[in-house]
């Protein structure tokens, strides 16, 4: 009987919610919640063992969480290792990427996602992913998709995206075919040209177009605000941010200020915080908008200030933080944003 290890965060590992986001990694013997499912399910393999690790101690003590991981998978040699799933959860899909990304030349990683989770990208090319649905309302459903990825994987069939129905990895693979590839061209593009159904063998991204603003007709009368994805926030966090994969955007009343440094700070996730820490106008650089607005190159400094954590935060979630921030600014006629990122 094959080994199966699974990875599942505190609350689904049934240690808490919220309050045990800081959970350090443990493993305990056989199947725990969703694990549970999997393995009854399961006909080529048994999960032997749990790993269980908050969301937040993973996401913020990085090192220290894959090198448990290591260690355990050196300790019990699993033939294939399960994650999550972890539907639409930013920080639970990071710390299953970084399950998948840490034992990418040991073993098969499994895990299911949401399509927008931010956690695909970080681990499409090194482990199996499972399309799922937003929540965790979908689990019984994600669960019996994932197992029959499962079963091919344990037994060591050829499985296939299109065929088994896990998202495309991205990867270039040689492969024999009847045909070169200047022959497979020529038909790809007369099929094309005859408007006759055809499929590429490279498929290219899809980008979005925004049009641009109109630009500022007159620069000494602008109000100009400032936002910002390098979560820079009041020392102490008031509004608890979070450090990666952002569920909200805070804001901040600096019109009594000429400067950040002193009263902020960042927490993001993603970047040395030392420099920033010292003075956090080298990210968000309120300094610079006073020196141009007392020299009189701009009209005035919006008194809001913006901040969200941009590493690890889903493309949902930052179309809704700018739609929202956005919404805002323009109300208040504000003439254009200085937006940093790190």
């Known amino acids: 009987m094959k080994?199966?290890?699974y990875?599942?965060?505190q609350f689904?590992?049934?240690i808490g919610g919220e309050d045990k986001a800081d959970f350090k990694p443990q493993v305990v013997e056989g199947p725990v919640g969703p694990a549970v499912e999997f393995n009854k399910r399961l006909e080529s393999g048994e999960v032997t063992h749990t790993i269980i690790c908050g969301d937040n101690y993973f996401n913020e003590h990085e090192i220290i969480a894959k090198e448990f991981i290591m260690e355990t998978y050196n300790k019990l040699k699993p033939d294939l290792v399960v994650a999550g799933p972890a539907f639409n959860a930013g920080r639970y899909g990071m710390a299953c990427a970084g399950v998948a990304n840490t034992l990418k030349d040991k073993?098969?990683?499994?895990t299911?996602?949401?399509e927008e989770n931010p956690a695909v990208e970080q681990c499409r090319l090194h482990s199996y992913i499972v399309p799922t649905g937003d929540s965790a309302a979908t689990m019984r459903k994600a669960i019996k998709n994932m197992v029959p990825i499962a079963e091919k994987l344990l037994k060591g069939e050829e499985v296939n995206p299109d065929v088994d129905g896990y998202f495309h990895q991205g990867r270039r693979l040689t492969v024999f075919s009847e045909k070169i590839g200047a022959r497979r061209a020529v038909d790809m593009m007369l099929k094309r040209l005859n408007n006759e159904e055809y499929e590429t063998e490279l498929p290219m991204p899809k980008f979005d177009k925004v049009e641009p603003a109109a630009p500022i007709t007159n620069m000494k009368e602008a109000v100009i605000a400032l936002v910002t994805t390098g979560g820079i926030v009041p020392e102490g966090n008031p509004d608890r941010l979070q450090s990666a994969s952002a569920q909200k955007w805070v804001k901040y009343d600096i019109s009594?200020?000429?400067e950040l440094k002193g009263k902020f700070v960042t927490i993001h996730g993603g970047f040395d915080p030392v420099y920033c820490n010292a003075k956090a106008d080298r990210i968000a650089p309120l300094d610079e908008l006073t020196r141009l607005k007392k020299e009189g190159k701009i009209g005035g400094v919006y008194k809001y200030f913006y901040s969200t954590t941009g590493t690890g935060t889903s493309v949902a979630n930052s179309e809704r933080f700018g739609q929202e921030i956005g919404k805002e600014l323009y109300d208040a006629r504000v003439d254009g944003v200085i937006m940093t990122s790190t």
């Open 256 to 258: 009594d200020l000429d």
């Open 7 to 9: 990875y599942l965060n």
């Open 3 to 5: 080994k199966v290890i």
């Open 112 to 114: 299911g996602m949401y």
């Open 12 to 14: 689904f590992g049934q």
């Open 107 to 110: 073993t098969t990683v499994l």
